[in-house]
């Protein structure tokens, strides 16, 4: 029989941490019910002690989710700890996730401290999380670059003191596969108590091998891993939940399983790319577009002739289905609704039919229709409760001609209007707009990406607006990039003026 591997979710905490990601109460939400359908164990639902909205957050997730545990992270301090508890009082099933720094460089630079020191502070706040809950997880912050003898002293001690889960993060990214696989496998030879608790992985990016330290992890012993939808998180990110739940899928020699329902990875990784701005890259295994497709001639004449000739996975094994529908102007409500459904999207009736319209309206100016441009619809109608709203955009650019813009504000149901000349057609909307909302703000970054190639595509803007010292993101898209990027501007007014 096959041993059980726990999937351990931080997708709505360490991967909401990247810049520009951060996501509300309703959408957790969403992505929480859907890691749920997923199969996942347990949700890092949030941090509550770090703002009022983590801790609803948690709250409102706790109540939304049956049966995964619920997870909320604390330091070593008793008031994380009592926040965390707050929050978890709804839970279900509920975990309080402590820990300290454990390597040498956290233990002098960052809290100017002694090894005994930090040791006595994990056991205090194993103990005292442990007067609220009976699962404990505590993790050992750059356990990858924590001496093995000493890193053996604090699992001991934190098991001893209640710990039933050991977190050992590779935080920086930096260990090798195989130094990595040697410090799980050196902690279960070395801790008394380690059948009293079980060792977690969790793998950040750094130097690309954040699912290679995983698996090593877990064939020297670990059965928890932390894992992200699309391996977003912090600077390069963390491991990535499918490439780990279909390496051992695929792999069925290792008798390694996993709870999760993998026919839901794609629709997931859809949802929360769109909910969280962050485009999956073509060439992402699992579920980047490109990751069953085939230019080589010679690939394509063997997969047409056996598609394991070149395919270690079946597309439907993860929710892509081969003969998906078309979709184009002619499609039907019942067309998108599928669609959506398959990409992990269920609507209300009325909001469908808003969606709906604005796909029909891009579909007469778009001729190929992918699963991004109509999560991007159904992302972009999330935006319609906004205070300030791009009303009217009409732009004169030319060779020889200087850029004017003339713009109109709705902002909470009256109007402004304003017109500018400037610097390209970007640049004189942009100042059209600046007219009107009067802040002293400063674009500090423009990226614009496209989903696909040809000239009828959909412009994807993030945008990066610092007004008094914050840094605040914006977003749009549309089949008109100049549109685009002024709702994108417009879209991180709003997180400060709306």
């Given at each position: 029989?096959?041993?059980?591997?726990?999937?351990?979710d931080?997708t709505?905490?360490?991967?909401?941490?990247?810049?520009g990601?951060?996501?509300?109460?309703v959408e957790?939400?969403?992505?929480?019910?859907a890691?749920e359908?997923l199969?996942?164990?347990?949700?890092e639902a949030?941090?509550?002690?770090s703002?009022?909205?983590?801790f609803?957050?948690v709250i409102e997730?706790?109540?939304?989710?049956?049966?995964?545990?619920?997870?909320?992270?604390?330091?070593?301090?008793?008031?994380d700890?009592?926040?965390a508890a707050?929050?978890l009082?709804h839970?279900r099933?509920?975990?309080?996730?402590?820990?300290i720094?454990?390597?040498?460089?956290?233990?002098?630079?960052?809290?100017?401290?002694s090894r005994?020191?930090i040791?006595?502070?994990?056991?205090?706040?194993?103990?005292?999380a442990k007067?609220?809950v009976?699962d404990?997880?505590?993790?050992?912050?750059?356990a990858?670059?924590?001496?093995?003898?000493y890193?053996?002293r604090?699992?001991e001690?934190?098991?001893?003191?209640g710990?039933t889960?050991?977190n050992i993060?590779d935080?920086?990214?930096?260990?090798l596969p195989?130094?990595?696989?040697?410090?799980?496998?050196y902690?279960a030879e070395h801790?008394?108590?380690?059948?009293?608790?079980?060792?977690?992985t969790?793998?950040h990016?750094?130097?690309?091998?954040?699912?290679a330290n995983?698996?090593?992890?877990?064939?020297h012993?670990?059965?928890?891993?932390?894992v992200?939808v699309?391996?977003?998180?912090?600077?390069?990110?963390?491991?990535s939940?499918?490439?780990v739940a279909?390496?051992?899928?695929s792999?069925?020699?290792?008798?390694i399983d996993?709870n999760?329902?993998t026919?839901?990875?794609?629709?997931?990784s859809r949802?929360?790319?769109s909910?969280?701005?962050m485009?999956?890259?073509p060439?992402?295994?699992?579920?980047?577009?490109?990751?069953?497709?085939?230019?080589?001639?010679?690939?394509?004449?063997?997969?047409l002739?056996?598609?394991?000739?070149y395919?270690i996975?079946?597309?439907?094994d993860?929710g892509?289905?081969?003969?998906a529908i078309?979709?184009?102007a002619?499609s039907?409500?019942?067309?998108?609704k599928?669609r959506l459904?398959?990409?992990?999207?269920?609507l209300?009736?009325?909001?469908?039919?808003?969606?709906?319209?604005?796909?029909?309206?891009?579909?007469d100016?778009k001729?190929d229709?992918?699963?991004d441009?109509?999560l991007l619809?159904?992302?972009?109608?999330?935006?319609?409760?906004q205070?300030?709203?791009?009303?009217?955009l009409?732009v004169?650019?030319?060779i020889?001609?200087?850029?004017v813009?003339?713009?109109?504000?709705?902002i909470?149901?009256?109007?402004?209007?304003s017109a500018?000349?400037?610097?390209?057609?970007v640049?004189?909307?942009?100042?059209a707009?600046?007219?009107?909302?009067?802040r002293?703000?400063?674009i500090?970054?423009?990226?614009?990406?496209?989903i696909n190639?040809?000239?009828d595509?959909?412009g994807k803007v993030?945008?990066q607006?610092?007004?008094?010292?914050?840094?605040y993101?914006?977003?749009s898209?549309?089949?008109?990039?100049i549109a685009?990027?002024?709702?994108?501007?417009v879209?991180?007014?709003n997180?400060?003026?709306?």
């Open positions: 029989m096959s041993e059980r591997l726990f999937i351990f931080t709505l905490r360490d991967g909401e941490q990247v810049p990601c951060q996501l509300n109460t957790k939400i969403q992505v929480a019910e890691l359908e199969g996942v164990d347990v949700i949030g941090f509550p002690v703002s009022p909205g983590d609803n957050s997730i706790s109540k939304a989710v049956t049966w995964p545990v619920i997870c909320a992270l604390t330091r070593a301090v008793e008031k700890i009592d926040a707050d929050a009082k839970a099933r509920k975990r309080i996730h402590t820990g720094g454990t390597s040498d460089y956290h233990i002098r630079h960052k809290f100017n401290s005994e020191e040791l006595e502070r994990a056991v205090a706040a194993t103990r005292y007067q609220y009976e404990v997880e505590f993790y050992c912050e750059d990858g670059r924590t001496d093995n003898e890193l053996a604090v699992v001690a934190v098991i001893r003191a710990a889960v050991v993060p935080t920086t990214g930096y260990c195989r130094e990595y696989a040697a410090k799980i496998r902690l801790v008394d108590a380690i059948h009293k608790a079980v060792l977690s969790h793998c990016n750094d130097l690309g091998m954040a699912t995983t698996v090593q992890g877990v064939l012993g670990a059965r928890q891993v932390e992200t699309n391996g977003i998180g912090e600077r390069a990110g963390n491991t939940l499918e490439e279909m390496i051992f899928r792999h069925r020699e290792l008798d996993t999760i329902n026919t839901k990875i794609y629709g997931a949802m929360v790319s909910l969280m701005n485009p999956v890259q060439n992402k295994a699992i579920v980047g577009r490109n990751a069953f497709a085939h230019s080589s001639g010679i690939h394509q004449d063997g997969v002739k056996n598609r394991e000739s395919e996975i079946d597309p439907k993860i892509l289905d081969d003969n078309v979709l184009t002619r039907g409500r019942a067309a998108l599928h459904n398959l990409l992990g999207v269920k209300e009736p009325e909001k469908l039919d808003k969606v709906y319209e604005d796909f029909l309206k891009l579909a100016r001729k229709i992918r699963d441009d109509i619809l159904v992302g972009k109608d999330r935006t319609s409760s205070r300030i709203k791009l009303q009217y009409q004169t650019s030319g020889g001609l200087q850029s813009a003339s713009v109109r504000l709705d909470a149901g009256e109007k402004f209007e500018a000349s400037g610097n390209g057609p640049d004189a909307a942009i100042k707009v600046k007219s009107i909302i009067h002293q703000m400063t500090q970054e423009f990226l614009i990406q496209a190639k040809g000239s595509d959909i993030h945008m607006v610092e007004y008094e010292g914050n840094i993101y914006g977003f898209a549309n089949t008109d990039i685009a990027s002024v709702e994108a501007f879209d991180a007014i997180k400060f003026a709306g």
